[in-house]
């Protein structure tokens, strides 16, 4: 099936400092990634799209300033996070759509990254 | 915005029980996913309803789509401890990007 990498799967970092964090389809390709945020217990909150070649759509209430989202190809798309303050400690996890399911089966699903844990000290 | 009532939030049964899980809204989705989460993992799909009136099976699970496609259900039979864990229910609106929006969760624990 298909498979989602998250990279790294969890950082520490000092506050102040940036945070990279990558998101790969490992056998398709996505022309739509979906950055989301998850506090402990909670749901998913959606963040933003990011889409391949062109710039990110943000959610309402997310500083585009602040999480950079770079789609550079159809298999990778990465946020970073700037200036990272401890309030931005959270699981953070990416998700794709298969585009070619997308065009073959309705209601085709997301698949899923395992998260990043960020922990701002 | 597209909201989605999931309840009950927190729900700690015995093994062996039965119990339902629902997810309800206003609006109509094009579709409608159900995920499991373990703790320190991403969502894993269990399944993807897309008729309305769509009845899915998966062993011991029993997924329902409400025929106006606004809401839908999730039965567990004989629950079990391995049935742990966070449930999401998730709509998909229409257009090319397929944005999904998430109910809260429930949190389920089976007691052995």
């Known amino acids: 099936g298909a498979v989602v990498s998250q990279h790294p799967s969890r950082v520490i970092c000092k506050s102040g400092t940036s945070v990279k964090i990558e998101c790969r389809s490992l056998?398709?390709?996505?022309?739509?990634m979906f950055w989301y945020r998850q506090f402990p217990k909670q749901s998913l909150m959606l963040m933003a799209t990011?889409?391949?070649?062109?710039?990110?759509?943000?959610e309402q209430g997310v500083e585009k300033d602040k999480f950079l989202i770079n789609h550079a190809s159809l298999t990778l798309s990465t946020l970073t996070v700037t200036s990272a303050h401890p309030e931005d400690s959270s699981f953070y996890i990416c998700?794709?759509?298969?585009?070619?399911?997308?065009?073959?089966?309705?209601?085709?699903?997301?698949?899923f990254g395992n998260g990043t844990r960020l922990t701002v000290t | 915005t597209q909201l989605l009532e999931q309840s009950p939030q927190f729900l700690s049964i015995q093994e062996g029980e039965n119990l339902t899980v629902y997810c309800n809204s206003s609006s109509v989705f094009s579709s409608l996913q159900w995920y499991r989460q373990e703790p320190g993992e991403g969502p894993v799909l269990l399944v993807t309803?897309?008729?309305?009136?769509e009845v899915k099976k998966l062993k011991r699970l029993t997924f329902q789509f409400g025929d106006a496609r606004k809401d839908s259900s999730l039965h567990i039979t004989a629950a079990q401890p391995g049935d742990t864990g966070l449930y999401l229910c998730?709509?998909?609106?229409?257009?090319?990007?397929?944005?999904?929006?998430f109910g809260k969760g429930t949190l389920l624990t089976v007691n052995p």
């Open positions: 309803v897309v008729t309305g009136g």
């Open positions: 056998d398709f390709q996505a022309t739509t």
């Open positions: 998730a709509g998909a609106s229409g257009g090319s990007n397929y944005k999904l929006t």
């Open positions: 990011s889409n391949e070649g062109s710039k990110a759509t943000y």
């Open positions: 998700s794709a759509r298969d585009e070619f399911q997308r065009t073959v089966v309705r209601g085709s699903p997301l698949h």
